[in-house]
């Protein structure tokens, strides 16, 4: 009996064993980076302690770049020391980047606009900007958010933009920034952290768009914490034993380990997103045209229209880089002249730019376009296309008059009877036709249990196929414990 006890203990041991990895097993999803560097932000003055130099110290390689705030901005001048640090920085091939904050999109737009100018003003090695104190909220939070970093790319296409959002963003902020920072807190709280939008934040190939920022983490919790960020898809990390609420004005005591650390896995390569289209109705152009009709000419008419551009946005600027562009013109159709002040305009290549801002609620100098058409013409709409620095656009119908006095096998002469020296007015509205904005990954709506299902019957069948294996691992090992037994029951007797 005590060989059976023995067997039937030792089996539950071996099947709770079993059941205990194949229960854990599944909830190991986090994916784990392919490649790291630091990224530190800086909230210390230069030359008030060592920190501007111990990061720089640790190399591009392990830092290529930093966040930079002399004052929750750029501050009201150019400061010596900042100056001073910056230019070390970029000699050793480490960007820095200027912090401004939106207060959760509160702040008057203007005023973070320019912050955003002033690093650049200030501090001309300025390599980027950092838009901290986000909110995921709605539309207007997300105009908010596209226009800055619209105006980033416009003016350095080349440099970063990091969205300092501290939690979740969705995907819908995806195309407004090169990195986000989807995690900033102390660590015992971002021990709970997991990803919220899955096929984004989870997503191995976007490892290099999310950075954490964690702080409070002890020595002896050091493994763990750095374990815990790698495997939560952050290409870029802080890390610091400091604590709120100034967590990142000291070097990190572990800074050394840290740094070395990075190391064992390849450089995190720094995204451009590049530029993007708008969300309609962010910063909304509009373009309308007066046109007057006219076929006083026998075999030909004439089309004249004076063509208006609108900032319809009651927030924000323009970009300068304004554009209309005749992008279709109907067969027998012909542009005479194209002109405006303020704008450079060329009849050739049929289009006008407009080099200055548009104040919200403003409008640009009016353009004479002249349009002739022969007896060609076979009927249609001119098509002028109205476009902003990001591609969004706007179509605008001109009109065309048919000719009289066209021959009637001419494909004039066949739409028009005799209608000479009729003149006729009309005004036409653009229509906007930006082409959707597709996010990289995850689900952009709120209800993210859609896209999370998938996961969850994955995670479900395991533990079926766990179940039934444990089943028919228990049958088993109890019909040979039973067989053991039966043969010691046996062999006792003839004893």
Same mark, same amino acid.
């Given at each position: 009996m005590k060989i059976q006890t023995k067997i039937v203990v030792g089996s539950l041991a071996s099947i709770a064993l079993l059941a205990g990895l194949l229960f854990v097993a599944?909830?190991?999803?986090?994916?784990?980076?392919?490649?790291?560097? &630091?990224?530190?932000?800086?909230?210390?003055k230069p030359g008030s302690n060592s920190l501007w130099d111990d990061v720089r110290g640790a190399g591009h390689l392990s830092v290529p770049f930093v966040i930079a705030n002399a004052n929750n901005g750029p501050g009201v001048k150019a400061d010596p020391l900042y100056a001073t640090a910056i230019s070390k920085n970029a000699g050793a091939n480490i960007r820095?980047?200027?912090?401004?904050?939106?207060?959760?999109?509160?702040?008057?737009?203007?005023?973070?606009?320019?912050?955003?100018?002033?690093?650049?003003?200030?501090?001309?090695?300025?390599?980027?900007i950092y838009i901290d104190l986000l909110k995921e909220g709605g539309q207007d939070e997300a105009c908010y958010v596209a226009a800055l970093y619209t105006h980033v790319k416009n003016t350095h296409p080349n440099d970063l933009v990091i969205l300092g959002a501290g939690g979740h963003l969705s995907p819908t902020y995806e195309p407004y920034g090169d990195i986000f920072v989807n995690?900033?807190?102390d660590y015992a709280t971002y021990k709970a952290w997991s990803p919220q939008y899955k096929g984004f934040e989870?997503?191995?190939?976007?490892?290099?768009?999310f950075m954490h920022l964690i702080y409070g983490v002890t020595s002896d919790q050091y493994s763990s914490a750095f374990s815990a960020i790698r495997n939560n898809n952050a290409g870029w990390l802080f890390m610091t034993d400091k604590t709120a609420p100034t967590p990142f004005s000291a070097t990190p005591s572990f800074w050394q380990n840290e740094a070395s650390d990075v190391g064992a896995l390849p450089a995190t390569t720094i995204p451009n997103r590049g530029k993007t289209t708008l969300p309609r109705g962010c910063i909304s152009l509009s373009s309308s045209a007066d046109n007057t009709l006219d076929n006083h000419t026998a075999k030909q008419s004439t089309t004249t229209s004076k063509v208006t551009v609108n900032n319809t946005s009651v927030s924000f600027n323009s970009e300068p880089a304004t554009t209309l562009n005749f992008m279709s013109m109907p067969k027998g159709v012909t542009i005479d002249a194209m002109s405006a002040q303020g704008w450079s305009c060329d009849?050739?290549?049929?289009?006008?730019?407009?080099?200055?801002?548009?104040?919200?609620?403003?409008?640009?100098?009016? &353009?004479?376009t002249s349009l002739t058409a022969n007896c060609d013409y076979a009927g249609g709409n001119a098509l002028l296309r109205l476009t902003n620095f990001s591609g969004n656009r706007w179509d605008l119908k001109i009109p065309i008059q048919t000719p009289f006095g066209c021959e009637a096998s001419t494909a004039a002469g066949k739409l028009n009877s005799d209608k000479s020296g009729q003149i006729t007015t009309q005004t036409t509205q653009s229509v906007e036709t930006t082409l959707a904005i597709v996010p990289l990954g995850g689900n952009t709506n709120d209800n993210a249990s859609q896209k999370q299902t998938p996961v969850k019957k994955s995670n479900s069948v395991i533990k079926a196929i766990a179940i039934a294996l444990i089943i028919v691992i228990l049958l088993g090992l109890g019909g040979w414990g039973g067989w053991i037994w039966y043969k010691r029951q046996r062999y006792s007797v003839k004893l």
């Open positions: 599944p909830k190991a999803f986090a994916t784990t980076v392919t490649s790291q560097s &630091i990224a530190a932000p800086l909230f210390a820095t980047l200027g912090y401004v904050q939106t207060n959760y999109q509160t702040r008057t737009f203007n005023d973070t606009y320019t912050d955003v100018d002033n690093w650049y003003k200030f501090y001309p090695q300025t390599s980027g995690a900033a807190s989870d997503k191995t190939q976007y490892e290099n768009r009849a050739v290549s049929k289009s006008c730019s407009y080099a200055s801002v548009m104040t919200p609620a403003s409008s640009a100098p009016v &353009i004479s």
